[in-house]
């Protein structure tokens, strides 16, 4: 049961607020790409060029995304086993939030791409920042519960941005795709407020405060000890599988329920393009609504999950439902129907991104408080150098298919193996049930 006082709530919503943002302003460019590559490439939205080019450049730019996002998780959280889990969380959301709002101004996809480095640093190093403040604010018994819920965040920021896309790109500026995606990224600068509240109500976690009055500096190199290897080895193999398969499935939602849209568009006759974008804002806010309610419901499962049949059951049973969800999904021809894709994109969230409720609580619990956050962040976000290679050969076979909505299908259902091979790294996972926090 979550029993925390008035304070431990405060630094619990804190956290939320900082991780539900950074998914917020990294994911806001696959919901606008259909119409922001096109632009910034001089193509027409639309055409069989601008769908090639934006399977091609959603692919490169969420590989770019993934790898600042890993060389800022593992920097970051350096720093924050250095300076601090608060003043951290305060830097890196007002790096990813200017990031992500100077990308409204790029002029051509160069300079997006520079933007997008700048935000991918902050959005990794935020991680670690609110996984270790939490872990070690909230007491023992709750810390599960705490994890699980800190990361509901995730599926509330993906929330957002279908939100704040739909209402710019389908309500406000349907007819205007060219600069809507613009007004989206404008959006990205709310956390920079919200970092600023955020610092003057926490304080640095009293177990960080009082270890590192006595112990050295934390050094990545310091994972790699015999002490610490196997640790290390048994974060790393959970996160990479699960970041492997989030990735390749989630970055293309939007591009593929676009494609899907356009085939139900033309079967019902369709051929206003206005009211054709409109149906197009209509499919992806329906199915990334119903990704992201799986993923908050398969975020919260992981609390009884890892509670009662341990860590190991838990990433053996949603990597093998991760397996069944993709390739049902994309191993069949299935009809362009809302209702059916909506249900389909559900069960994928439910197991593909619920899996990540377990992170928040799982790899603060490997390491001790020196290197919690460096540990954390590293195994966290490493993995997302050999995830970047995911979206970019997704996105890139099937920008070169004859068919480029069939060229997707075959690529992702590929990626429903993945999870199996989390399967076969469970003779190095450590099973941290009932284990109290180490210092």
Known sequence: MLRLNRYQWTVLFAAWLGWGFDIFDGLLFNYIAPNCVPTLLGLTIGSAAAKAATLYWTGLLTSILLIGWAIGGV???QVCDRIGRTKTLLLTMLLYALGTFACAFAPNIWVLVLFRIIASLGIGGEWAAGASMVAEVVPEKSRIEAGALLYTSAPMGLFLATFVNSQIAGALLPGSPEISWRYVFLCGLIPAAIAFIVRSFIREPERWQRVTEQAAMAKISELFTPQMRPATLSGFLMAVTALLTWWSCNAFIPVVSAGLAQVAGKTQGIIDPK????????WKTSTT???NT??????????????YLGRKWMFSIYFLLSAIAVTVTFGAKIPAEIQLWSALYFAIGLTVFGIFGSFTYYLPELFPTRLRAT??????????IITAAGPFLVGYVASHATNVLQGAFGVLFLVGFVPLLGLCFMPWVIETKGRSLID
Do not use: D, W
């Open 75 to 77: 920097l970051f959280g």
């Open 275 to 282: 009211a054709m974008q409109i149906m197009i804002e209509h």
């Open 294 to 307: 799986g993923g908050l419901i398969g975020t919260l499962l992981t609390i009884p999950a890892a509670k």
């Open 289 to 291: 609504f119903s990704f």
């Open 375 to 384: 540990g954390s962040g590293f195994c966290y976000n490493v993995g997302r």
